[in-house]
C-alpha cells in the first residue's frame, strides 16, 4: 500500500536532513557573510540572528540592509521583500495537490522552511508519484539550520569570507537546481516551459524593476503549463 502524501516519519526526515547537508554547507557561507554585513550595517548580534532564524530568507534579507538605517522607509522595504520573496506563492501553489489533505496548522508548520533548494528537490518526486515531503521538512531543517548557524558564525568570522560570490560560491545553489530539472520529465512540452520562462525571465531582468524577473518568468513558464496540457490530463 502506498504511503500517503501527508505521512512523516522520523526515519525520512533524517535522511532528507543528512541528503541535504552538502547543499546546506554552501548556504551556511552565505549566511557568514549576511552575519558579517548586518553587523557592519549597524545591527546587534541577537536581531541579526533573529532575523535569519525567523525570516529565513537570504537574497530579501540582504536586500534589507542596503535599506536599512537611521530612518528605514517602511513602505520600499516591505515591497522589496514581498518582491523578492513571491515566488513563495508559486511554491506554495505546485505542492497544494499533496498538502490540501494536511491540518492547517501542520500544512504552514511544514512550509516554513520551504526555499528554493528543497522545494525543487521534494517537486520531483511528487511528480513521479512519491511523497516529498520529508524533503520539504527535514531538507528545509538542514537549510535553516545552516543558514541560522552561519549567521551567527558571520558575526566573528566573516571577515574570512566577505564576498562568496567572488569565489564563485553563488553557482552553487544554481547548480543543484539545474540538476533538480535535469532529473525531471523530458519532453517537447516541458521544453518549451522553460525556455518561455527563462526567455520571458531574461527580458524581465532587462526592463524591469529589480527582482521582478523571478516572478514574471515562472508566471510565464506556469501559464504555459496551465493552457498546454500534459497528454491525458483533462
Given at each position: 500500500?502506498?504511503?500517503?502524501?501527508?505521512?512523516?516519519?522520523?526515519?525520512?526526515?533524517?535522511?532528507a536532513?543528512?541528503?541535504?547537508?552538502?547543499?546546506?554547507?554552501?548556504?551556511?557561507?552565505?549566511?557568514?557573510?549576511?552575519g558579517?554585513?548586518?553587523?557592519?550595517?549597524?545591527?546587534?548580534?541577537?536581531?541579526?540572528v533573529l532575523?535569519?532564524?525567523?525570516v529565513?530568507?537570504?537574497?530579501?534579507?540582504?536586500?534589507?540592509?542596503?535599506?536599512?538605517?537611521?530612518?528605514?522607509?517602511?513602505?520600499?522595504?516591505?515591497?522589496?521583500?514581498?518582491?523578492?520573496?513571491?515566488?513563495h506563492?508559486l511554491?506554495?501553489?505546485?505542492?497544494?495537490?499533496?498538502?490540501?489533505?494536511?491540518?492547517?496548522?501542520?500544512?504552514?508548520?511544514y512550509?516554513?522552511?520551504?526555499?528554493?533548494?528543497?522545494?525543487?528537490?521534494?517537486?520531483?518526486?511528487?511528480?513521479?508519484?512519491?511523497?516529498?515531503?520529508a524533503?520539504?521538512?527535514?531538507?528545509?531543517?538542514?537549510?535553516?539550520?545552516?543558514?541560522?548557524?552561519?549567521?551567527?558564525?558571520?558575526?566573528?568570522?566573516?571577515?574570512?569570507?566577505?564576498?562568496?560570490?567572488?569565489?564563485?560560491?553563488?553557482?552553487?545553489?544554481?547548480?543543484?537546481?539545474?540538476?533538480?530539472v535535469?532529473?525531471?520529465?523530458k519532453?517537447?512540452?516541458?521544453?518549451?516551459?522553460?525556455?518561455?520562462?527563462?526567455?520571458?525571465?531574461?527580458?524581465?531582468?532587462?526592463?524591469?524593476?529589480?527582482?521582478?524577473?523571478?516572478?514574471?518568468?515562472?508566471?510565464?513558464?506556469?501559464?504555459?503549463?496551465?493552457?498546454?496540457?500534459?497528454?491525458?490530463?483533462?
Open positions: 500500500m502506498a504511503r500517503s502524501y501527508s505521512e512523516l516519519s522520523y526515519q525520512d526526515t533524517w535522511y536532513f543528512k541528503e541535504m547537508l552538502p547543499v546546506a554547507a554552501f548556504v551556511a557561507i552565505f549566511g557568514l557573510a549576511f558579517l554585513a548586518a553587523v557592519q550595517t549597524g545591527l546587534d548580534g541577537l536581531t541579526t532575523m535569519s532564524a525567523t529565513f530568507a537570504g537574497a530579501s534579507q540582504f536586500a534589507t540592509l542596503e535599506l536599512w538605517g537611521e530612518h528605514v522607509p517602511v513602505v520600499p522595504l516591505i515591497a522589496t521583500v514581498f518582491f523578492i520573496n513571491a515566488r506563492i511554491m506554495g501553489a505546485s505542492v497544494y495537490p499533496w498538502f490540501k489533505d494536511i491540518p492547517v496548522l501542520k500544512r504552514y508548520q512550509l516554513v522552511v520551504i526555499s528554493d533548494a528543497n522545494w525543487a528537490k521534494a517537486i520531483i518526486k511528487y511528480n513521479q508519484g512519491k511523497s516529498g515531503l524533503d520539504i521538512v527535514g531538507g528545509g531543517l538542514a537549510l535553516w539550520l545552516m543558514w541560522t548557524v552561519g549567521t551567527w558564525l558571520g558575526l566573528y568570522f566573516g571577515y574570512l569570507i566577505q564576498n562568496p560570490r567572488a569565489l564563485g560560491l553563488d553557482m552553487v545553489m544554481y547548480c543543484f537546481l539545474l540538476t533538480m535535469l532529473g525531471g520529465p519532453d517537447f512540452r516541458i521544453v518549451v516551459i522553460w525556455l518561455v520562462s527563462a526567455i520571458v525571465a531574461v527580458l524581465a531582468y532587462w526592463y524591469l524593476p529589480d527582482n521582478m524577473h523571478v516572478v514574471v518568468g515562472a508566471l510565464s513558464g506556469g501559464l504555459v503549463g496551465l493552457f498546454w496540457k500534459e497528454r491525458g490530463t483533462k
